[in-house]
């Protein structure tokens, strides 16, 4: 069991490491213009064996976000122990990342945080590979609200009022609002977002 937890922790730490030196080659040079063989030698590995943790390019720069594909579906596995509503502990959850500033929620300005987004947005091939992303997000959240094309479809509403929500708070950042003239609006709005989604969905308040 150790050694298996050990290589475990050893694969994640690589699956990290590679991807930061990625995401670092390709905010100093573009993403287009490093080849996956540059990164496979900057991280001293083989190009086969990081294949084998990433299938393609764009998963080394969406691995920085990819412990946020089920975070929903967590929220709302750890609210049933809570006897809270799923719609309740998603809102209390994505107005505490508004309240920590999390990057995942828009609200974010440090220039690292703006050069990763810049570029996640700014690149059509990984803007097309996010949409798997939100598709898995989606498909485990409908599976821990039940499963089913009821859970399937309040699932896709509520991830796609996630990410309009935070599309709007980085545009707002983008251009150029500081992060505390966007927050009293980004509560307001997420406050809205959710009261709409009770309403319709009241199966899951």
Request: charged share 30%.
């Amino acid at each position: 069991m150790r050694d298996t937890g050990l290589r475990e922790l050893k694969k994640r730490r690589m699956y990290q490491d590679v991807s930061e030196i990625a995401v670092r080659l390709f905010l100093e040079r573009g993403f287009d213009a490093v080849s996956v063989a540059e990164v496979a030698a900057a991280a001293e590995i083989s190009k086969p064996t990081l294949f084998r943790y990433f299938p393609s390019k764009e998963d080394l720069v969406l691995h920085q976000i990819a412990d946020h594909e089920e975070e929903s579906a967590r929220v709302v596995v750890a609210a049933r122990e809570e006897g809270v509503g799923p719609l309740p502990a998603l809102r209390r959850h994505f107005l505490a990342g508004l309240a920590a500033s999390d990057p995942v929620t828009g609200l974010n300005d440090h220039p690292a945080v703006r050069a990763f987004y810049d570029m996640l947005y700014g690149t059509p091939s990984l803007v097309a590979r996010l949409h798997g992303y939100l598709e898995r997000s989606e498909t485990a959240l409908a599976e821990v609200l039940g499963g089913g094309l009821d859970a399937r479809l309040a699932a896709g509403q509520i991830i796609a009022v996630r990410r309009i929500l935070a599309e709007e708070n980085w545009r707002r950042i983008v251009a150029g609002e500081a992060v505390e003239d966007v927050r009293r609006d980004a509560e307001a709005a997420a406050e809205r977002a959710f009261a709409v989604l009770e309403a319709g969905l009241p199966e899951l308040r």
